[in-house]
């Protein structure tokens, strides 16, 4: 496959009246780290680590930052619809009118509440919630960015950005001079090239995002990360000690060395809670063998690490119930 049927799949991803810009296109690490000088990419950037304010100084406020999607705008996603649908499920309602374009309206499916499509701040009682998300190429994007930005569609509608999972299999560029990948039996392995450009996008995104938290200060009682156990993202957030207890790669290994990848807790020790954590993990594959006891703790493991066949455990309600229970602990 080449670039122009990458390009011609990730059309199909944009939800109307967002379309693909097809510049902002990364199908592999190189293609990332280029992308950092994409200008509506350093606009996002720029705009998040130097000007944007928190909404919410002076309130009791949790900052819940969530993964990014395959589906642009991310809201629209089944993972951000299960989240938010089941954040109104346990109290929370927008405090302001979004502010989506109505053509949006047409892609919930029939009988969803149309608060669902509400990208500003949400609370219940006096707890408060503002929901980021954090995202490759460009890094942390508050909820409030999804739909416009500057005036215009929002650009974090219209990339499509698959190029630093390598567990998928075609994270990878054949057709560049620097590609170095390498066919196995599950789709592409990357080589040197590829593994150098991760850990610089890789801690380059940890980076932005500390900026982004450093300038927003005490605005926020906590930061959760409700991010999968073993993606990218979750790497983005976790210390080194972190990530070996959770089976995560703490560097990548190419002929010149060993390349370290930094995250969040590693800059800010403490600042970020990612979710769920190793006891909220046990709690939840105790409750699926409740909920499926004619199943092996194998299985039961794979049930958890697949959502049940929705990609992550983000949408299950064992896990979106954990979720629950970290924001009750900051209302009384």
């Known amino acids: 496959m080449d670039r122009n049927e990458r390009v011609k799949i990730a059309r199909s991803k944009a939800v109307p009246p967002y379309t693909l810009d097809d510049t902002l296109t990364f199908f592999c690490p190189q293609e990332n780290v280029e992308g950092l000088q994409h200008p509506a990419v350093r606009a996002i950037h720029e705009y998040v680590t130097r000007e944007y304010e928190p909404p919410l100084r002076g309130k009791k406020a949790v900052l819940l930052m969530l ?23 346990q109290g929370f309602e927008p405090v302001e009118e979004a502010d989506y374009p109505p053509e949006i309206e047409a892609a919930l499916p029939a009988g969803s509440d149309r608060r669902l499509l509400n990208n500003r701040v949400w609370a219940r009682g006096d707890l408060y919630l503002h929901r980021c998300v954090v995202s490759e190429p460009m890094a942390l994007v508050p909820y409030d960015l999804l739909y416009w930005f ?27 001079s620097d590609y170095t990948g390498r066919q196995g039996p599950k789709g592409y392995r990357w080589g040197d090239h590829e593994k150098a450009a991760y850990v610089q996008m890789h801690n380059r995104m940890v980076e932005l995002v500390v900026e982004a938290l450093d300038r927003f200060g005490d605005a926020y009682v906590a930061c ?25 790669p703490v560097s990548k290994r190419t002929s010149q060395g060993v390349l370290p ?32 006891p004619e199943r092996s703790p194998r299985q039961i ?9 929705k990609v992550t455990p983000l949408s299950l309600p064992e896990t979106l119930e954990v979720l629950g229970q970290h924001l009750n602990q900051f209302q009384h």
């Open 224 to 248: 959760l990360a409700y991010v999968s156990p073993k993606l990218t993202h979750r790497s983005f957030v976790t210390s080194v000690e972190e990530k070996r207890r959770a089976g995560l």
């Open 67 to 89: 993964p990014c999607t395959r589906v642009k705008p991310y809201i629209l996603s089944p993972e951000h619809q299960a989240i938010n649908g089941y954040l109104l499920a």
């Open 261 to 292: 990848l930094v995250g969040i807790n590693d800059l800010r020790p403490g600042l970020v809670h990612s979710l769920p954590d190793e006891e909220d993990i046990e709690r939840i594959l105790a409750r699926l063998g409740e909920r499926y």
């Open 150 to 176: 500057k005036g215009q569609l929002s650009p974090v509608a219209r990339y499509d950005d698959p190029g630093l999972f390598e567990h998928r299999g075609n994270a990878v560029c054949p057709w560049r």
């Open 301 to 309: 493991r794979g049930y958890f690490a697949t959502g049940g066949g």
